[in-house]
Structure formats: structure tokens, C-alpha cells
């Protein structure tokens, strides 16, 4: 049972508009959540990070949305840029977890010049 | 600064072989762990270290085993190899346990195909 779901395998946006990834969750014990970046080749590394008792996170150009009622949430990545490409993974972990995250299956996001 | 170093970054293996996959980290983190990567699954945890001498399962141990003798170690060990362990395996490390916000450090992968 996948506890974390990214559905778009895929996404392609036109560099300098607006990135959107989307995550949704099932556990209700999840409180924070992070988003890892993957060039080829190389380990994830850290992006962005929220915890729930915030709906909005922003760094630079991300920015992460967490909407605890929906159990879902969001990156927005502007303006996109040809660097942004990459595999962006969602991941969830309940305060209990001990560090175990959940990952979600990952999003492709190309940045098209 | 080295971080999280994985060897080796290529492996082929023989079904039924045993192998074992390195991973050291020089930055003192308490924790480690190791993750696989498959195609539409994301990556999911084999197993975890809080400490030396301290290890657990995580989503999916079986087949493989784990020891952490010093803090900077976190070797993988297949046991006899299954086609179903080709994946790409990462290790990890961060510096506190049960401190939620405290960010994994990755290395970066071994490739793994078994025949």
C-alpha cells in the first residue's frame, strides 16, 4: 500500500513559468514532509521541507503547500529553470517514525528552453 | 568533504552469489540507513541504524543483512542474490534520530543487476 503517491510520473513546463508537483498522503500520522532533488547518477539531495503545523514553506523559488485536510501537497518551483531538472521525490515521516521516511515513486519535471 | 561515500558504483552478479555493499559517512551522523530505488516504486527502506551497535528493518529487509560496528560503517550484505534485487541502492545518514526535521545526506548509489 503505497502511503505516499506522486501520479505524475512526468511533467514538462516551459523554463521561466510555473513548476507544480503534486503529493498525496494516506497516514494521518505523517507531520512532516520534505522534498528530495535526483540528477542522474547522483543521491537525492535536500530541497524543501514543511511540518504541519504550517500550510506554506518558501525558499527562493520553492515554495511547498501542505493542505493537512486534503492530505496532499504541493511544490512550486518559479521561475522554472533548465537547471530544475530533475527526479523530485515527495517523503512523509510521523514524528514517531525515527527517521523512517516514506517516499513517494517520483516526478521527472524537464525544464524545456 | 567526502560525506556519504558508496562502493562499489557498478555491480554484476551471478544468481546465488553474496556480495557486500559499502557505505561510510564522515560527518559523525548517528544515523544511517539504506534505501533501494525501482522504477515507479520510489525508494523504499531496507534497513536502519540509530547507533553502532544498533540496527533495524525497515519496508523491505528480507534478503538482505546489516551490521553497524563503528559510527562511520553501514554495510549492506546480500545474502545469495535474486534477480529481484536489481535496483539502485542508496545509503543514507543524518545526524539525530527521532528529530524528524534533521535531513537525510545521500550517497550517490550502487547499481546493482543480478543474472
Known amino acids: 500500500d503505497q502511503q505516499v503517491k506522486q501520479n505524475s510520473p512526468s511533467l514538462s513546463v516551459q523554463e521561466g513559468r510555473i513548476s507544480i508537483l503534486n503529493c498525496d498522503y494516506t497516514n494521518s500520522m505523517f507531520d512532516y514532509f520534505l522534498w528530495y532533488k535526483k540528477y542522474p547518477a547522483e543521491g537525492p539531495t535536500f530541497l524543501i521541507s514543511?511540518?504541519?503545523?504550517?500550510d506554506k514553506n518558501e525558499d527562493g523559488r520553492f515554495t511547498v503547500f501542505l493542505n493537512k485536510s486534503a492530505k496532499h501537497l504541493s511544490l512550486h518551483i518559479v521561475p522554472s529553470q533548465p537547471g530544475d531538472s530533475a527526479v523530485y521525490f515527495c517523503?512523509?515521516?510521523?514524528?514517531?517514525?525515527?527517521?523512517?521516511?516514506?517516499f513517494g515513486q517520483g516526478t521527472r519535471l524537464t525544464i524545456n528552453p | 568533504n567526502a560525506g556519504v561515500t558508496q562502493t562499489p558504483k557498478f555491480q554484476v552478479l551471478k544468481t546465488g552469489q553474496s556480495m557486500t555493499l559499502q557505505c561510510a559517512q564522515d560527518m559523525n551522523h548517528e544515523y544511517m540507513s539504506w534505501y533501494r530505488q525501482d522504477p515507479g516504486m520510489g525508494l523504499r527502506l531496507i534497513h536502519y541504524s540509530v547507533g553502532a551497535g544498533i540496527t533495524d528493518q525497515g519496508e523491505v529487509p528480507n534478503g538482505y543483512n546489516v551490521s553497524r560496528s563503528t559510527t562511520e560503517d553501514f554495510p549492506l550484505r546480500l545474502l545469495s542474490a535474486a534477480p529481484s534485487q536489481t535496483s539502485v541502492y542508496f545509503c543514507a545518514s543524518s545526524r539525530r534520530t527521532g528529530a524528524f526535521n534533521e535531513k537525510l545526506f545521500f550517497g550517490s548509489g550502487t547499481q546493482l543487476s543480478v543474472l
Open positions: 517523503a512523509a515521516v510521523a514524528i514517531q517514525g525515527a527517521q523512517k521516511l516514506v
Open positions: 514543511i511540518s504541519s503545523i504550517k
